[in-house]
Structure formats: structure tokens, C-alpha cells
């Protein structure tokens, strides 16, 4: 994938699907953990299709309404579509269940999509331009996704990091572009021409920029 870097002076990445990739291993261990965590009384094939029934669900409403939705409101509204009484579910239950979901994350780490995204951020870094990440999430917080970029060796590249789940805002709601144009101007000041989001969903990434005023790229791999 290659991108011009000589127009603009930061550049902000989206993260899944731009930069890195679910590792396969993980899915179907943490699809495996909540069926037995939960005593989920249905098969896998049945557990994993309302989980992602439900992923992708709250992935697209997230784009129409720009907010965050807490990955436990999630995991619950899957618990009631499998049948389970969620009253019989505690807080402290769903802590330790996703105590335990990081835990297999940060043992199954996501893999690099964008091969050559460390040439280019050191050629961003050499010609003193700058760069962020600006990331919804999901089922994974940001804190293990800092520990991943810092894992693949790429963490010291980015000024700085906003994941949805910090900020309760989700691309493409202009309030976090928002927020990433003002950390930009915080390290130096630029203007919105000056910047580019790149990313590989055309609503949240493309669209959001394009109506926030920086320039975008979609990438696809």
C-alpha cells in the first residue's frame, strides 16, 4: 500500500483492518471460553454466529450514531440471544470473563496486515512529520492495544493513541476527529489541510474525515 507522505505533515491511522489484524486463534478460543465461562447451553456453531451477529450489529450502529457502546452491554445482549437469564449474570462476573478474554488477546496477538507500515512511519519520523492512531473498539479495549503496538515494535512512532472506548465516541462522529486535530495542534500547530486519516472503512474513516475537513485515504488489503 503505498502512500504519498510529502502533502501533509501528521497522519492519523485507523488501527483494525488498516494497520493490524485479528489472529484467527483468538476468536475461536474466546468464542470457546464464554461458552463454557457461561455454561452456554448451544453449540459452537451456534455460539459463534450470535456473537458475530452481534458484532457486527454494534459495529454498524456505532457508525450511524457515533457512540461508543461498552463491550459488556454487548456481551449481554449475546447472553439474552443465547437464552441465558442475564439476571443471573454479575458485574463481577463479566469483569473476570473479560479479565480473562484480554489475558487470551495478549496470548493470541493480532497479526500485521500493512508490512511495510514500519518503513513508512520511520519515514514520517525522519522527515519530522508526526503521526497518531485513532481506533474504535469493540470486545478489545485500547489499554491491550497499546501493549500490541508496543509488542510489534511500532508503539514509539505514534505521538499519541485515541480508542473510542477512552473517549466514549466512535468514528465517524466528528468529536473525535475533533479530539485528534486538537492533540496534532498540542504537539505543533497545523492546519486540517495538513493532516491525513488513513483507514479502511469508508464510512467511519473516509467520510468522517472527509466531513471533519482533513484529508483521507482508504486503504484495503
Not at 470473563?97 to 489475558?103: G, I, L, P, S, T
Not at 505514534?158 to 475533533?178: G, R
Request: net charge negative; glycine share 4%; proline share 2%.
Amino acid at each position: 500500500m503505498e502512500i504519498d507522505i510529502e502533502p501533509y505533515r501528521h497522519f492519523s491511522f485507523d488501527l483494525w483492518l488498516t494497520i493490524i489484524k485479528s489472529n484467527p486463534d483468538f476468536k475461536f478460543k474466546r468464542d470457546s471460553l464464554f461458552r463454557v465461562f457461561f455454561s452456554i447451553d448451544k453449540d459452537m456453531d451456534e455460539v459463534r454466529k450470535v456473537i458475530r451477529h452481534y458484532d457486527v450489529l454494534f459495529n454498524k450502529i456505532s457508525e450511524k450514531t457515533g457512540n461508543h457502546i461498552e463491550r459488556e452491554e454487548v456481551f449481554l445482549l449475546i447472553l439474552d440471544g443465547l437464552g441465558k437469564d442475564i439476571d443471573s449474570v454479575d458485574e463481577e462476573q463479566l469483569k473476570e470473563f473479560f479479565r480473562q478474554v484480554d489475558e487470551l488477546f495478549l496470548q493470541n496477538m493480532p497479526v500485521l496486515l500493512w508490512e511495510n507500515i514500519e518503513k513508512l512511519l520511520i519515514e514520517i519520523k525522519n522527515k519530522n512529520k508526526t503521526a497518531s492512531i485513532l481506533s474504535n473498539t469493540a470486545f478489545i479495549h485500547g489499554d491491550s492495544l497499546r501493549k500490541v503496538l508496543e509488542n510489534l515494535g511500532l508503539a514509539q512512532y505514534f505521538s499519541f493513541m485515541i480508542f473510542s472506548d477512552e473517549v466514549k465516541a466512535s468514528k465517524p462522529n466528528l468529536q473525535v476527529f475533533d479530539m485528534m486535530f486538537n492533540q496534532v495542534n498540542d504537539l505543533r500547530k497545523l492546519d486540517k489541510e495538513q493532516i491525513l486519516h488513513i483507514g479502511d472503512n469508508k464510512k467511519a474513516d473516509y467520510d468522517g474525515a472527509k466531513t471533519f475537513g482533513v484529508n483521507a485515504q482508504l486503504v484495503k488489503f
